[in-house]
């Protein structure tokens, strides 16, 4: 089982419906989770971080954690073809928290 | 972008050669970390320097060396490589405190082909 999964994707909304990006992690006792947005040919850039169970909304972003589930997903509303790119999600390693474990990705496309 | 500058951001080396990756940050951050990404494949950590002190060495092979002289540069020596190291290679660095779970910002990466 990978540490962090997600669906590769691609997937592809049309523009101003909602997004839905998914992650599951294996290591329970998890505690810092973090979304990266990376363009093609660019590095990756921090849409959102969450520490406790529940949402968290940042304009038209919002983080779901569920910890008891192992789940945390990103909810990108009325999409833009901007927002178009390849979605990480990060995980911090149990007794280290520096270490960042990253999913796949998956790559949304968002058409006009 | 410019809080975390990565140079060269481009690199074509021969097997037997030696290079140098450099970062530098502009953030008053006191960790720097060196990603690989490769096509297909998650970024992977390769090292970890808090405080200038290396504290994390993912299984990296010996012909990856980094060196951290100070909080604010990060140095990867490279030296007999691989086709198979051609990645983009990621620079990041974050404030550490003492709960931990620190956002980490990323340079915008050296792509580095090795032939």
């Known amino acids: 089982q990978k540490e962090v999964e997600q669906n590769s994707g691609p997937l592809s909304v049309p523009e101003g419906a909602i997004a839905s990006l998914n992650c599951t992690y294996s290591?329970?006792?998890?505690?810092?989770f973090f979304w990266y947005r990376q363009y093609s040919g660019k590095s990756p850039e921090l849409i959102m971080s969450i520490y406790s169970n529940g949402d968290k909304e940042d304009g038209r972003f919002t983080a779901q954690l569920n910890k008891a589930s192992q789940y945390v997903s990103l909810l990108i509303r009325d999409s833009q073809p901007s927002d178009s790119a390849t979605y990480l999600c990060?995980?911090?390693?149990?007794?280290?928290?520096?270490?960042?474990?990253f999913g796949s990705g998956t790559q949304l496309t968002v058409l006009p | 972008e410019t809080g975390v500058t990565q140079t060269p951001r481009h690199l074509v080396m021969g097997m037997t050669n030696k290079k140098s990756l450099k970062c530098e940050q502009h953030?008053?951050?006191?960790?720097m970390y060196w990603y690989k990404q490769s096509a297909k494949k998650p970024l992977e950590l390769m090292f970890v320097?808090?405080?200038?002190?290396?504290?994390e060495n993912n299984s990296v092979p010996s012909r990856f060396s980094p060196e951290c002289p100070n909080s604010s540069h990060l140095f990867l020596h490279l030296h007999t490589l691989q086709p198979e190291d051609s990645a983009l290679y990621l620079c990041?660095?974050?404030?550490?405190?003492?709960?931990?779970?620190?956002?980490?910002?990323f340079g915008p990466g050296t792509r580095l082909l090795v032939l």
């Open positions: 290591d329970r006792v998890s505690q810092s």
């Open positions: 990041a660095s974050s404030q550490v405190n003492s709960g931990g779970g620190e956002t980490q910002y």
């Open positions: 990060a995980v911090t390693k149990t007794g280290s928290a520096r270490q960042l474990t």
């Open positions: 953030l008053g951050h006191n960790a």
């Open positions: 320097y808090n405080f200038k002190e290396q504290t």
